[in-house]
């Protein structure tokens, strides 16, 4: 436990039960206590804060006036929820904070009953809570949903569709949009600047101190506007969307105002029928350098509050992100067709040179994975070459727009999958374990695995150069720290090379275990074989590799279940060859959170690992 503030208050708060015991006006205290509990551990173990400290008042005002984990409260996105796992029994817990067996850094139901839904992907709260507060009806039971959307989960088209599915439902739904004016990076699309101007009316007299608009980048409702433009007689009042939607709209009020927040939820819970409550808060409030730059201070790591974030030195090694994000400055430069597609992570894919540099060709869409995966596809059918920089966890909620919209039409759009495999600290949610066995089953996509820095940048070239869809699947962090060439240099498509010759035993290996395994062939006196395609598969090279060794062992940071080792053993099943396989890769389980290496290993993903299952599986051919 941090002792080093006293918390006197925040210490006696075990759960809301505590919570709800307290005086209306020691709930201020209890706020400033928690927001300076939640910086020094944050500050700890790293992890989300700026938004955090942006929901420390409302937290507290939830958990105070609903009957909490009766009522149900659904986060979104879930990194804002530190406040809330502080307050429901976990403060002690904080310093496990996603580390491996400790606490996940976004709600989980198996982690605590106050959890009433995961949230780790956004915009999906009112769409859970709508269903939450219909079982309620249908099973005769008097309790509260209530969905807490923001920090950017607004601009989803997923939020709109629940919003008019509630809007219509004989269901007690209270939505709070949490408007901190920001998702990660800095607010998008043409409603910002519609409700910007709206700002300045007569309506919102008493809001211009606050500062805010409405929603922040939801082009959405920019169309809806228009619809509404004649009979709403142009839109005076943005409450107009959400009463056309059918809820009651009440705000906006200050999100930092812990007893007028109180007051407002006490007053709205008696109130039926779809509710609509606009909350403006201060992304970082209350640590000035989180909010000079929430940006910085999103997901930080250790770091001292005292002093801040500070400069690190330039890393020895470029990191995955980083070595992409130089590569398409300069494919940009050399073809004016290439243009940039990122759904609200700009920082996260490293886009921000390329923006400043090629603002014109450079569009972040908001987090809308749907949008911009047909977006490009439009974008590609008038000539132009989009590159669509997209985590791989996040392209699955544009899987439909992919094989419909890219694929069956074979338009030439570049997929640049970063995260691929393990993430660590985030856990299941946002591990890439997944895009090699979703992406090779469409016709006309191929997948890329690069094994190194370099050998990214190559392929990423090669996939640019392709007239079909491509993805590149790349790590988070830094690679084996080969030197990266300044060039646009292509490698062959679909082409493997072997790395090490050895004898009886061969590992084909797709991407980045390519160090590991060239650790355990030294040993084995093995063949190493860079695969390099998950598909189109090398088969000419697989098949002269197959003829030439007894056994062979397939290595991909991916799901076992469909993924490269099943291509694996298809093809050689098409081409009549009978060879004893062992697929190495990441086990059907969803993997938690914790350090990247420490997770590898536990998967049998690392040198030692790796060695260990050969030579269980080869024992007689390696001693023969």
């Given at each position: 436990?941090?002792?080093?503030?006293?918390?006197?208050?925040?210490?006696?708060?075990?759960?809301?039960?505590?919570?709800?015991?307290?005086q209306?006006e020691?709930?201020g205290?209890?706020?400033?206590?928690?927001?300076?509990y939640?910086?020094?551990s944050?500050s700890?173990?790293?992890?989300h804060?700026?938004?955090?400290l942006?929901?420390?008042?409302?937290?507290?005002a939830?958990?105070y006036v609903?009957?909490?984990?009766?009522d149900?409260?659904?986060?979104?996105?879930g990194?804002?929820t530190y406040?809330?796992?502080?307050?429901?029994?976990?403060?002690?817990?904080?310093?496990?904070?996603?580390?491996?067996?400790?606490?996940?850094g976004?709600p989980?139901?198996?982690?605590?009953?106050f959890d009433?839904f995961?949230?780790a992907?956004?915009?999906?709260?009112?769409?859970?809570?709508?269903?939450?507060?219909?079982?309620?009806?249908?099973?005769?039971?008097?309790?509260?949903?209530?969905?807490?959307?923001?920090d950017?989960?607004?601009?989803a088209?997923?939020?709109?569709?629940?919003?008019?599915?509630?809007?219509?439902?004989?269901?007690?739904?209270?939505?709070?949009?949490?408007?901190?004016?920001?998702?990660?990076?800095?607010?998008?699309g043409?409603?910002?600047?519609?409700?910007?101007?709206?700002?300045?009316?007569?309506?919102?007299?008493?809001?211009?101190?606050?500062?805010?608009?409405?929603?922040?980048?939801a082009?959405?409702?920019?169309?809806?506007?228009r619809?509404?433009?004649?009979?709403a007689?142009?839109?005076?009042?943005?409450?107009?969307?959400?009463?056309k939607?059918?809820?009651n709209y009440?705000?906006?009020?200050?999100g930092?105002?812990?007893d007028?927040?109180?007051?407002?939820?006490?007053?709205?819970?008696?109130?039926?029928?779809?509710?609509?409550?606009?909350?403006?808060?201060?992304?970082?409030?209350g640590?000035?350098?989180?909010?000079?730059?929430?940006?910085a201070?999103?997901?930080?790591g250790?770091?001292?509050?005292?002093?801040?974030?500070?400069?690190?030195a330039i890393?020895?090694?470029?990191?995955?992100t980083?070595?992409?994000?130089?590569?398409?400055?300069?494919?940009?430069?050399?073809d004016?067709?290439?243009?940039?597609?990122?759904?609200?992570?700009r920082?996260?894919?490293?886009?921000?040179?390329?923006?400043?540099?090629?603002?014109?060709?450079?569009?972040?869409?908001g987090?809308a994975?749907?949008?911009?995966v047909?977006?490009?596809a439009?974008?590609?059918?008038?000539g132009?070459?989009?590159?669509?920089?997209?985590?791989?966890?996040?392209?699955?909620?544009?899987?439909?727009q992919l094989?419909?919209?890219?694929a069956?039409?074979?338009?030439?759009v570049?997929?640049?999958?970063?995260?691929?495999?393990l993430?660590?600290?985030?856990?299941?949610t946002?591990?890439?374990?997944?895009?090699?066995?979703?992406?090779?089953?469409?016709p006309?996509?191929?997948?890329?695995?690069?094994a190194d820095?370099?050998?990214?940048?190559?392929?990423l070239?090669?996939?640019?150069?392709?007239?079909?869809p491509?993805a590149?699947?790349?790590?988070?962090?830094?690679?084996?720290?080969?030197?990266?060439?300044?060039t646009?240099?292509?490698?062959?498509?679909?082409q493997?090379?072997?790395?090490?010759?050895?004898?009886?035993?061969?590992?084909?290996v797709?991407?980045?275990?390519?160090?590991?395994a060239?650790?355990?062939a030294?040993?084995?006196d093995?063949?190493?074989?860079?695969?390099r395609?998950?598909?189109?598969l090398?088969?000419?090279?697989l098949?002269?590799?197959?003829?030439?060794?007894?056994?062979?062992?397939t290595?991909?940071?991916?799901?076992v279940?469909?993924?490269?080792?099943?291509?694996?053993l298809?093809?050689?099943?098409a081409?009549?060859?009978?060879k004893?396989?062992l697929?190495?890769?990441?086990?059907?389980?969803?993997?938690?959170h914790?350090?990247?290496?420490?997770?590898l290993?536990l998967q049998?993903?690392?040198?030692r690992?790796?060695?260990a299952?050969?030579?269980?599986?080869?024992?007689?051919?390696l001693?023969?």
């Amino acid at each position: 436990m941090l002792t080093q503030t006293p918390y006197s208050m925040l210490q006696s708060i075990h759960s809301p039960v505590d919570l709800r015991q307290l005086q209306r006006e020691q709930l201020g205290r209890l706020a400033t206590e928690l927001r300076a509990y939640l910086l020094e551990s944050v500050s700890k173990t790293g992890g989300h804060l700026s938004s955090n400290l942006g929901t420390v008042e409302l937290t507290v005002a939830l958990h105070y006036v609903f009957n909490t984990p009766h009522d149900r409260v659904v986060w979104d996105v879930g990194h804002q929820t530190y406040p809330h796992k502080i307050l429901t029994g976990r403060r002690e817990r904080m310093s496990s904070l996603r580390q491996l067996g400790g606490l996940s850094g976004f709600p989980q139901r198996a982690e605590s009953e106050f959890d009433a839904f995961g949230t780790a992907h956004s915009s999906t709260s009112i769409s859970a809570a709508l269903g939450m507060a219909l079982a309620s009806r249908l099973k005769g039971e008097d309790r509260h949903a209530i969905a807490v959307i923001g920090d950017g989960a607004m601009t989803a088209g997923m939020a709109f569709e629940a919003m008019n599915n509630a809007g219509v439902s004989d269901c007690n739904l209270l939505v709070i949009l949490n408007d901190n004016d920001m998702s990660i990076s800095p607010p998008v699309g043409a409603l910002n600047r519609y409700l910007a101007k709206l700002m300045s009316g007569q309506f919102y007299a008493a809001a211009k101190n606050a500062g805010k608009t409405v929603l922040k980048g939801a082009p959405p409702l920019f169309e809806l506007a228009r619809r509404f433009e004649e009979s709403a007689k142009g839109m005076v009042k943005p409450i107009t969307l959400f009463e056309k939607f059918g809820f009651n709209y009440v705000g906006p009020i200050d999100g930092h105002d812990v007893d007028t927040l109180v007051t407002v939820l006490e007053n709205i819970k008696h109130l039926k029928g779809p509710q609509f409550l606009h909350v403006v808060t201060k992304k970082g409030q209350g640590y000035k350098l989180a909010e000079v730059d929430p940006v910085a201070y999103h997901g930080p790591g250790k770091f001292d509050p005292a002093v801040g974030l500070q400069q690190s030195a330039i890393p020895s090694k470029p990191s995955f992100t980083q070595v992409f994000g130089d590569w398409l400055c300069d494919m940009a430069a050399a073809d004016d067709r290439l243009v940039a597609i990122t759904p609200a992570m700009r920082e996260g894919s490293g886009m921000v040179e390329f923006e400043k540099r090629f603002p014109t060709r450079f569009f972040d869409v908001g987090i809308a994975e749907q949008h911009a995966v047909t977006f490009a596809a439009g974008l590609a059918c008038e000539g132009l070459k989009p590159v669509v920089a997209i985590y791989s966890t996040f392209l699955q909620r544009a899987y439909d727009q992919l094989i419909h919209d890219v694929a069956i039409q074979n338009l030439p759009v570049v997929f640049a999958l970063d995260r691929a495999g393990l993430v660590g600290a985030d856990g299941a949610t946002h591990a890439g374990a997944y895009d090699i066995p979703y992406l090779r089953c469409i016709p006309n996509v191929s997948v890329a695995c690069p094994a190194d820095e370099n050998e990214c940048r190559q392929l990423l070239s090669t996939a640019y150069a392709q007239n079909t869809p491509v993805a590149v699947r790349y790590p988070r962090g830094a690679g084996a720290g080969v030197a990266v060439t300044s060039t646009l240099d292509a490698l062959p498509f679909g082409q493997g090379e072997i790395r090490r010759q050895g004898q009886r035993l061969a590992f084909l290996v797709f991407g980045t275990l390519l160090q590991a395994a060239l650790q355990v062939a030294e040993k084995l006196d093995a063949t190493v074989v860079n695969m390099r395609w998950a598909k189109p598969l090398d088969v000419d090279l697989l098949v002269q590799v197959a003829a030439d060794h007894d056994a062979l062992v397939t290595l991909e940071e991916g799901a076992v279940m469909g993924g490269a080792g099943s291509a694996v053993l298809e093809a050689l099943a098409a081409a009549g060859l009978v060879k004893p396989l062992l697929q190495l890769g990441l086990r059907d389980e969803f993997i938690e959170h914790g350090d990247p290496a420490k997770l590898l290993a536990l998967q049998g993903l690392d040198a030692r690992g790796i060695e260990a299952s050969v030579s269980q599986r080869f024992a007689a051919l390696l001693a023969s």
